[in-house]
Each structure stands twice: as structure tokens, then as C-alpha cells.
């Protein structure tokens, strides 16, 4: 089995998975049992999906999905700021976290293809 716990976008997205989990904690109850969820289940499908990469011969076709997994939770954040349920400061910091590790997965994938 390949190890992934020692993989910096293993640990950068787990730190955002916490971040989230505590952003998530304080929204109306109105968001917390629906978007809340989501962004929380977003998150947990990236870090399988990182074990997944990491795992699989050909990296390419999960990376992509890893990718666009990223940019569905960077929508549903801007949903979560737009509907007030975090602030314009929560909303810069996941995203700085987002960006970080966008940069991971474009390193990955162009280690990948070659």
C-alpha cells in the first residue's frame, strides 16, 4: 500500500479539511445541515482522491478529478461568503489554502506527464 500521510498536499488539504470543519461549525443552522455538509464531504473526497493519485499508475485522469474537485469547492465557499455564512477573512484564507494546493496538484501533474 503507498503511504500518503507524508505527501504536502495530503497535509495541506488536511489542514484546510479542518479549517472548514470549523468554518462550518459556526453556520446558521439554515447551512450547516446543507451547504456545511457539502463543503465537509468536498473536502473528504479530496483527501481520497489524493490517496488515490498517489496510489494509481497512470496519475493523469485522477488528478483532473482532483483538480476539478478543488475548483467545486472554491464555488461552494464563494456560495457560503455570498450567503454570509463565513467572512470576506475566512473566505481569503481558505482560499490561499486552495491556491496552495492547486499549485500541488498542477506540480503533480506535470511530474506526471513526463
Same mark, same amino acid.
Request: hydrophobic share 40%; net charge positive; aromatic share 8%.
Given at each position: 500500500?503507498?503511504?500518503?500521510?507524508? /505527501?504536502?498536499?495530503?497535509?495541506?488539504?488536511?489542514?484546510?479539511?479542518?479549517?472548514?470543519?470549523?468554518?462550518?461549525?459556526?453556520?446558521?443552522?439554515?447551512?450547516?445541515?446543507?451547504?456545511?455538509?457539502?463543503?465537509?464531504? /468536498?473536502?473528504?473526497?479530496?483527501?481520497?482522491? /489524493?490517496?488515490?493519485?498517489?496510489?494509481?499508475?497512470?496519475?493523469?485522469?485522477?488528478?483532473?478529478?482532483?483538480?476539478?474537485?478543488?475548483?467545486?469547492?472554491?464555488?461552494?465557499?464563494?456560495?457560503?461568503?455570498?450567503?454570509?455564512?463565513?467572512?470576506?477573512?475566512?473566505?481569503?484564507?481558505?482560499?490561499?489554502? /486552495?491556491?496552495?494546493?492547486?499549485?500541488?496538484?498542477?506540480?503533480?501533474?506535470?511530474?506526471?506527464?513526463?
Amino acid at each position: 500500500m503507498a503511504r500518503y500521510d507524508h /505527501i504536502i498536499i495530503f497535509q495541506k488539504t488536511y489542514v484546510l479539511t479542518v479549517n472548514i470543519y470549523k468554518a462550518t461549525g459556526n453556520f446558521k443552522k439554515e447551512y450547516k445541515y446543507t451547504l456545511g455538509e457539502r463543503l465537509k464531504l /468536498i473536502c473528504h473526497d479530496l483527501l481520497e482522491l /489524493i490517496v488515490i493519485v498517489n496510489s494509481a499508475e497512470n496519475k493523469l485522469e485522477p488528478l483532473e478529478k482532483l483538480n476539478n474537485k478543488l475548483e467545486t469547492l472554491r464555488i461552494h465557499l464563494r456560495l457560503a461568503f455570498d450567503l454570509k455564512a463565513i467572512s470576506r477573512g475566512q473566505l481569503g484564507e481558505l482560499n490561499r489554502q /486552495i491556491e496552495e494546493i492547486g499549485k500541488q496538484i498542477g506540480g503533480w501533474q506535470r511530474w506526471a506527464k513526463r
